[in-house]
Structures are given as C-alpha cells and as structure tokens.
C-alpha cells in the first residue's frame, strides 16, 4: 500500500474510530490501477480483514461552474439513515449541493475501486 506502520495504524483507528470495529470502513479510497492490481494479487492473505469494493466516481473534464454543478461529499451516518433505501454504504459519496443533489439518483459516474477494511 505504499504506507509505514504509523499511517496504517491511524487509518484503522480512524475506521474503527468512525464507524465501530463491526461494520466496514474505507481504508483507502480511489485507487489507482497499478496499486489495484498489486493489492487484488495479494489480497487473499488479508481476506478475512480487506476486501476490495467496487464503487461509482464522477468526473468532469473542466474545473468551472462548481457553484452551479455542486460538489460531492462522502455520506455520513446522517446521510445513511436519510437515503437507506438508496443503497449507500459508508465510504460512498454523493451530490451534496447543486445539480449534483438534484441529480443525485440519475447521475451513474463510473466504475473506480477501493479497499475497506472489516473486523
């Protein structure tokens, strides 16, 4: 993963800190493909604490009109309880303001991976 002890330490606690040592947590978001790849070769010694997931990311080719587009946010509990039935998981982001919001359940984005931890 390219980190030290130290941030992998932080990262856990940070999981468990957010969101209890029961339920998964994002250990790192967005992950590039070759780092994919390297993690996804040597994920079967870590298969009862990582696993790999599979989630839409939106992108957009200029950096203009944000005030109109909106911005995304990563879901909170709140978010969670709110949007049950829309299939959200920890982790996942969502337009929070603007045409982002409005859109929300039509907008697809693309297919990225992260890695999550579980206990």
């Known amino acids: 993963m390219e980190i030290d002890t130290a941030e992998f330490k932080k990262r856990i606690i940070t999981a468990i800190t957010k969101n209890s ?3 998964p947590s994002v250990f790192e978001a967005s992950l590039p493909a070759q780092k994919y790849a390297r993690i996804q070769e040597n994920l079967w010694r870590f298969q009862n604490a990582f696993y790999i997931q599979e ?7 200029f950096d203009a009109g944000a005030n109109i587009v909106g911005y995304l946010g ?3 509990t ?3 309880k709110r949007h049950s039935e829309d299939g959200y998981v920890s982790g996942d982001y969502a337009g929070m303001t603007g045409l982002e919001f409005s859109y929300e ?3 697809d984005g693309r297919k990225r991976y992260a890695i999550s ?3």
């Open 117 to 119: 931890h579980q206990r």
């Open 74 to 76: 990563e879901v909170d």
């Open 21 to 23: 040592s029961q339920k």
């Open 78 to 80: 709140n978010y969670l």
């Open 105 to 107: 359940k039509s907008i």
């Open 55 to 61: 989630r839409p990311i939106r992108s957009y080719p």
